[in-house]
């Protein structure tokens, strides 16, 4: 039987943050590498561990107090679907009461993990809106079916708040200095809602008849599958434009981007609208692939 730490990492599926987090030290590096010379000690700049520590910090506790919220509001759908008839809730393997508390502790946990970026104010000043826009995302399914792009945009923050934690002021000063992470960020949303989108497909019927919105459940799984391949390849015509805003880029980053095109494309071919068998095989192993990819690609062109 799992402990009920064990179960609490199950819930908000832990593991899955590497689908967010590259995208996040992807903007660290960059950002770095932009600081002026005589901030930098060797290969990285002085004090660079707390503003690391930060960025993982925020960005694990952020997605922790979004699933679990999610969890939990969506319970009583969960119950009802088959397909998440056991998940930890609806199955009694753990309580209302403590995933609230995991909520509530995760949530403490982001806010004051900002603290670690000070003097830099922005991410204390940003922290609770940006935690409204993830929570909110749980309740989108039941009235919008762009629900998708919703959940695309709140991972696709994590570059761009990452990018504000270490440039600080020098985004305010010249908002243009955002640029990479802002292209890096739209990315990550589409990415992000073509992969849901395909995800969707499984319980499309059955949020239809209960009256969720989702693009499968709208358009049907047929269309679905079309539009979450139009989000993927104007996901890769925004991974393309990133050299233009990010000149380190080179060689490299090419063939990451080849190599994340050819993912894509396998990830696509697994799921077709009469058999939905493979959506698990397309949904973790080809996305959770992508992040580390285009992580390795930069930083060895950046920083090499």
């Known amino acids: ?57 925020c960005m694990v506790s952020a997605r922790t107090a979004a699933m679990a919220f999610n969890r939990l509001v969506d ?12 998940r930890h809730l609806p199955s009694g ?11 509530a502790v995760s949530s403490l946990v982001f806010v004051a993990g900002t603290l670690l970026f000070l003097p830099n104010w922005l991410p204390v000043v940003l922290a609770l809106p940006v935690l ?47 640029s990479p992470a802002l292209l890096l960020g739209l990315a990550v949303m ?3 809602a073509g992969f849901d989108t395909i995800y969707a497909c499984q319980d499309a019927a059955f949020d239809s008849q209960v009256g969720l919105h989702s693009i499968p459940a709208t358009l049907g799984v047929t ?16 991974l393309a434009a990133l050299p233009w805003t990010i000149p380190a880029l080179g060689g490299t980053y090419w063939i990451g981007l080849g190599v994340i095109a050819v993912l894509l494309l396998w990830e696509h071919s697994l799921v077709r609208p009469d058999d939905l068998s493979k959506v698990n095989a397309a949904f973790f192993t080809a996305n959770a ?4 990819v285009l992580l390795v690609a930069v930083g060895a062109d950046v920083w090499s």
């Not at 393997?93 to 909520?103: M, R």
């Not at 692939?289 to 580390?292: H, L, N, R, S, V």
């Open 190 to 192: 589409l990415w992000v």
């Open 289 to 292: 692939i992508i992040g580390a």
């Open 223 to 238: 269309r679905a599958l079309r539009v979450a391949a139009v989000m993927h390849g104007v996901t890769l015509l925004l």
């Open 75 to 86: 319970r009583d759908i969960d119950a009802a679907n088959p397909r998440t008839a056991t």
């Open 1 to 57: 039987m799992a402990t009920p730490v064990q179960s609490m990492l199950s819930l908000v599926r832990f593991s899955h943050t590497v689908f967010a987090m590259p995208f996040a030290i992807i903007a660290v590096l960059v950002a770095w590498s932009r600081a002026e010379p005589s901030s930098r000690g060797g290969p990285l700049p002085d004090g660079w561990l707390l503003p690391l520590a930060g960025v993982v910090v």
């Open 132 to 178: 409204a826009w993830l929570l909110g995302y749980s309740y989108a399914k039941r009235f919008t079916m762009l629900a998708h792009v919703w959940l695309g945009a709140a991972l696709g923050m994590a570059p761009v708040a990452a990018w504000i934690a270490i440039r600080g002021e020098a985004v305010l000063a010249d908002p243009t200095d955002l």
């Open 93 to 103: 393997e753990l309580s209302v009461g403590q995933v609230v508390a995991l909520v």
